[in-house]
């Protein structure tokens, strides 16, 4: 009979290990272009929460939310976990969420800056160089995933349009 250390100090079956791989992180990633975009997002994102926790407390949930959908979509990327749903169109899904944070973080940006607050007056700094992250993930994105005659090659939509 084998004791909880001996199954510990096992190596782990065949069928396990590659369970385990599904999570595996692929660390080019977070040097690619992609990645260095959403650290960046996310990092602003975190940033721009502080800022709101310490002046605006109603605002800080805008920036809560957009800092956790980042953090989802940064480890759907880095793992590829996202190619187990090949059923949902990422391409547009992280275009969607680029648009619907550059319109939260325009609103609150402007809404917090009224309070005339120094850390409101931050975030509202902050607010709009993160715009301008998303809006240019957002441009990279419909220019080479979904923009019809993309400029890197022909369009990924292509094959379900005869020529």
């Known amino acids: 009979m084998l004791s909880a250390r001996d199954r510990r100090d096992r190596p782990p079956e ?9 999570f595996a992180v692929d660390k080019a990633f977070f040097t690619s272009h992609k990645g260095i975009l959403l650290e960046t997002e996310l990092a602003l994102t975190l940033i721009i929460f502080i800022c709101f926790t310490a002046s605006i407390s109603a605002y800080m949930a805008a920036a809560l939310l957009e800092f956790f959908i980042t953090l989802a979509f940064l480890f759907l990327y880095a ?44 975030a509202f700094v902050f607010g709009i160089i993160l715009v301008s992250v998303f809006a240019y993930d957002a441009l990279k994105i419909y220019r080479t995933e979904m923009a019809p005659g993309a400029i890197q090659g022909e369009c990924p939509c292509s094959q379900f349009h005869p020529s």
């Open 79 to 122: 793992t590829q976990y996202y190619q187990h749903f090949d059923r949902l169109n990422w391409p547009c899904l992280d275009f969607l969420r680029c648009v619907s944070a550059i319109i939260i973080f325009l609103v609150v940006s402007f809404a917090a800056v009224t309070s005339r607050d120094g850390a409101a007056i931050a």
């Open 14 to 22: 065949e069928g396990v290990v590659a369970e385990l791989q599904g």
